[in-house]
């Protein structure tokens, strides 16, 4: 199958990269970006598009549609194209003469040589091919020989794509305003199936869709919407995205949805005879977010150890799951001191002497108090109303255990035990 190659070339490449491309991906995966432009392999287009006139044709209807003004060339080379694209001429398909006409210019020579040359009458390619190729490097030196394979167009520049793609993003507008986002799931599923054959496409995977809503009102309402693990599951990304917005439903009828996929490496797999079995983590997170539309995003989360002092130190974070890869340490492991609270508190009968605490008598357990620590208030947040009220003490109860003794209302209470 013969190769093609179109480079585009325009004067200001930072303004028009974006316009470049998106006209290249239309028609290529395989593109470089150049000093002055952008080249793509566009082989095989034939069936598709037709033969080069029709995709030089395509390729110039692109462009002024997105209102670029550049040079487009089509060649069988990477080098062809490039040295067509920056003769400035409108669009151009390859062709003897026309590559024969192209000014020396475009060619890495350096200007004491193109000086001599334009003052022997060699001013463009054609001219400079009518020298045996003998003369020129006995001349010039082999490193002419370069410049020699670039007019003869035997290929030597091989195409190197440097786009890396990190997103990709999908937008649909609607003919009438929605009320209920439900009723866009039929078109976010289009939208996702070709979101994810692209980054598929890429050897990638996801685990974060960014969602966004233009509403009624011209405002927009976004989503960020995170996976612990990456994968390429419509209908697990569908019930996903359903749950989270309606978790913070839109204020105003929506006019127009778009979805933007951020790339990952894809999860590894393991499935067989010996492996683990364990519930799918796409059930996990379903279940979390089926439990947050329930009691609240509030109320479902990863416990997270709070360093304060209070009754119950810890708090729920909604965002926190375990993705089932967390590190392990390596060192030997370190003795860890856990508190089991007592629901409800035992109450206790405690005798004091002085200011100490000398025995402790409950249904469960009695004995003298060996160690005792404290006296503490039951809350560090000492600046709310009620945080002073309970006294607490720890104390080591002899042939017991550890425990947690606290005074309120006059009222003595054994709160929980040190494991």
Not at 122 to 131: D, H, K, R, Y
Request: aromatic residues 8%; glycine residues 6%.
């Amino acid at each position: 199958m013969p190769k093609l190659f179109v480079c585009i070339t325009v004067d200001d490449v930072s303004a028009a990269r974006h316009s470049l491309l998106a006209v290249a991906r239309e028609f290529s995966f395989a593109i470089e970006m150049i000093d002055d432009g952008v080249v793509f392999d566009a082989s095989g287009l034939e069936r598709l598009v037709g033969g080069p006139e029709r995709v030089a044709r395509r390729v110039r209807d692109s462009l002024d549609a997105l209102g670029v003004t550049g040079s487009v060339a089509l060649a069988d080379t990477t080098d062809a194209a490039m040295l067509l694209a920056r003769g400035r001429q409108n669009t151009t398909v390859n062709s003897p003469e026309k590559f024969a006409s192209l000014s020396l210019e475009g060619l890495d020579i350096e200007r004491d040589t193109l000086n001599v040359l334009d003052d022997l009458g060699v001013q463009n390619i054609g001219e400079l091919l009518a020298i045996p190729r003998d003369e020129l490097t006995r001349r010039y030196g082999r490193e002419f020989d370069r410049v020699i394979k670039r007019i003869e167009q035997r290929g030597e520049r091989l195409l190197t794509p440097n786009i890396r793609e990190s997103r990709v993003s999908w937008s649909f507008d609607l003919d009438q305003p929605v009320e209920d986002f439900e009723q866009l799931i039929f078109v976010l599923n289009n939208g996702l199936e070709r979101l994810f054959a692209r980054v598929a496409h890429y050897g990638k995977s996801s685990e974060h869709i960014d969602i966004s809503l233009r509403l009624d009102n011209r405002k927009w309402h976004r989503y960020e919407i995170k996976a612990s693990f990456p994968t390429l599951d419509r209908s697990f990304w569908l019930k996903l995205i359903n749950l989270r917005v309606s978790l913070e439903p839109p204020e105003a009828a929506i006019l127009a949805v778009e979805a933007v996929t951020h790339f990952t490496k894809p999860r590894p797999d393991q499935r067989g005879l010996y492996a683990v079995s364990r519930p799918e983590p796409e059930s996990l997170l379903l279940t979390t977010g089926k439990l947050k539309k329930l009691v609240g995003t509030h109320d479902v989360g990863v416990p997270v150890l709070l360093n304060e002092r209070l009754a119950r130190p810890f708090r729920l974070d909604a965002d926190a799951l375990p993705v089932g890869k967390e590190k392990r340490e390596r060192c030997s492991p370190q003795p860890v001191i856990a508190f089991q609270y007592f629901q409800p508190p035992r109450r206790a009968e405690v005798e004091v002497q002085g200011r100490t605490i000398v025995h402790v008598k409950t249904r469960d357990f009695s004995g003298s108090v060996i160690e005792c620590g404290g006296v503490w208030r039951a809350a560090s947040k000492w600046w709310e109303t009620g945080a002073w009220r309970t006294q607490e003490w720890d104390i080591e109860v002899e042939n017991a255990g550890v425990y947690r003794l606290a005074l309120a209302n006059g009222e003595w209470f054994v709160v929980g035990e040190y494991d």
